[in-house]
């Protein structure tokens, strides 16, 4: 007889991902705990970040109106204070530098992101989700997964999770039909899987990068004559920076740069960028940085009674570091699938593996393209990608699917023009035309991802995709 389980389905984090999948269970009748380490008030990053419009739609957020430059709607804040969503500045064209600020793109870039506080955006999908039943265990720590675990993907099997009381220091079991890992690019619970080698793989230094940024007030007597555009420093120190403005009196001024030894401080660039800004002042309002996830996703993020979501399955835009769009579209796939699972009254990876088929078919095989790019692309010199610019080879125009997390190729016409621009750097073509090709093997191969779970279609489809990244210049 099937033992009573604690929970149907147990989420270790409480950040979008986490908190988006217990809300969609939770107001399906399906019994939802999520377990977070940290404590309720620290949840969210305290600034804001571009996320995809779509994504937050499809979420259930209503996306405001423009009105002259500005958002306006329920959800937008009244001031850099408030506990609102959206900052009420609208970046609807993006200025694309070079990064040795020598030129810039003859066109923007389209921007299909509102900059939203996350704190915020924490704070509602966490009280929709308890609002619809999902009950939420702050300072518990998700430690490792209980089960079957030390097979391989067919043979690995999840029961639950075992989680600690930080504060009281005692540790028990879980017991659920789906156990989630969302603890972010660390991957607590889905690295234990140790020999499913097509779901543990950790993330390395090549998957991460180092991000700050500054939100500052500005001096209104000094911005008409300062420069405050909306812009990406594309590719500088192998990263890119940018000035985003939220309202007429405040600007978030930061940057990425790759987390590995030689890689220039970005604090340092951020400095010289508000010290040629007479209007940005020394007063911060928010701000802060850290590691941010900037890989590809393992080949799997299901396993019999498993699922990953949001950074520890990889669901962020390679080339922009933006993960909470992907997050939010993951646990909704994620969702889907476990509740047709859970309905069927059996959680094994057959059942599961529609979540891997809706995310690699679909949004995977565009970040799977991406990662490949800028693994390729990420060396060009400051003096290369200026001459792309320049040659209009980079233009707005080509930049504004990658920055957006598509991956699309160019036409022919396209492809012409870039050999008759650029017929004096050979190699540099060489290079690009590597980038666009692997990119759109990829993207093909992903889109022909399994349907359904075989172990020997799987592998046949791993190996292909093993060779197809193997061919990657590092």
């Not at 972010?184 to 950790?202: D, F, I, P």
Request: hydrophobic share 40%; proline share 3%.
């Amino acid at each position: 007889m099937k033992t009573q389980k604690d929970f149907q389905v147990a989420i270790a984090g409480a950040g979008p991902a986490g908190a988006l999948l217990a809300g969609e269970l939770a107001r399906r009748g399906i019994s939802v705990a999520v377990f977070e380490a940290g404590k309720e008030e620290n949840l969210g990053h305290p600034w804001s970040d571009a996320v995809e419009k779509t994504a937050l739609a499809a979420a259930g957020f209503e996306i405001p109106a423009v009105v002259n430059g500005k958002y306006k709607g329920r959800l937008v804040k009244k001031d850099e204070t408030d506990a609102n969503l959206f900052e009420p500045h609208a970046v609807l064209d993006l200025e694309i530098r070079a990064p040795d600020l020598s030129c810039k793109t003859r066109t923007g870039v389209e921007f299909r992101y509102i900059t939203t506080d996350r704190k915020a955006l924490n704070r509602m999908l966490l009280a929709q989700a308890n609002q619809a039943g999902a009950r939420t265990y702050y300072e518990h720590r998700a430690d490792q997964l209980i089960g079957a675990t030390d097979g391989d993907l067919p043979e690995a099997s999840v029961s639950g999770m075992r989680v600690t009381d930080v504060v009281s220091k005692t540790t028990r079991d879980i017991s659920a039909d789906v156990t989630v890992d969302a603890t972010g690019y660390l991957s607590r619970l889905r690295t234990g899987l140790l020999r499913a080698t097509a779901l543990n793989r950790k993330y390395e230094k090549r998957d991460l990068a180092y991000a700050c940024r500054t939100v500052r007030k500005l001096d209104h007597s000094k911005t008409a004559s300062d420069d405050l555009t909306d812009h990406y420093r594309y590719g500088a120190h192998k990263g890119y920076f940018w000035t985003h403005l939220h309202s007429e009196g405040v600007i978030d001024v930061g940057g990425g740069v790759p987390d590995e030894p030689g890689s220039v401080n970005p604090k340092t660039v951020i400095a010289d960028m508000i010290a040629k800004r007479p209007s940005i002042t020394a007063e911060e309002i928010r701000g802060g940085g850290g590691i941010v996830l900037v890989g590809r996703s393992p080949y799997s993020l299901a396993a019999s009674g498993f699922c990953a979501v949001g950074d520890s399955a990889g669901q962020v835009i390679p080339t922009t570091g933006c993960g909470v769009g992907g997050a939010l579209d993951g646990a909704r796939m994620a969702a889907n699938a476990i509740a047709s699972a859970l309905e069927k009254r059996d959680c094994g990876i057959a059942n599961l593996w529609e979540y891997n088929r809706l995310w690699f078919s679909g949004r995977g095989s565009h970040l799977a393209a991406l990662s490949a790019l800028k693994e390729i692309l990420q060396d060009l010199t400051h003096d290369e990608i200026a001459f792309l610019m320049r040659k209009n080879i980079l233009s707005g125009e080509m930049l504004t699917p990658s920055i957006n997390g598509l991956f699309q190729t160019p036409g022919v016409g396209e492809m012409i023009a870039t050999l008759i621009s650029g017929i004096s750097r050979p190699g540099l073509l060489l290079k690009l035309n590597q980038a666009t090709s692997l990119g759109k093997k990829i993207f093909s191969h992903y889109q022909k991802y399994p349907e359904k779970w075989s172990a020997d279609t799987f592998t046949a489809w791993m190996a292909k995709a093993d060779a197809l990244f193997g061919r990657i210049v590092l």
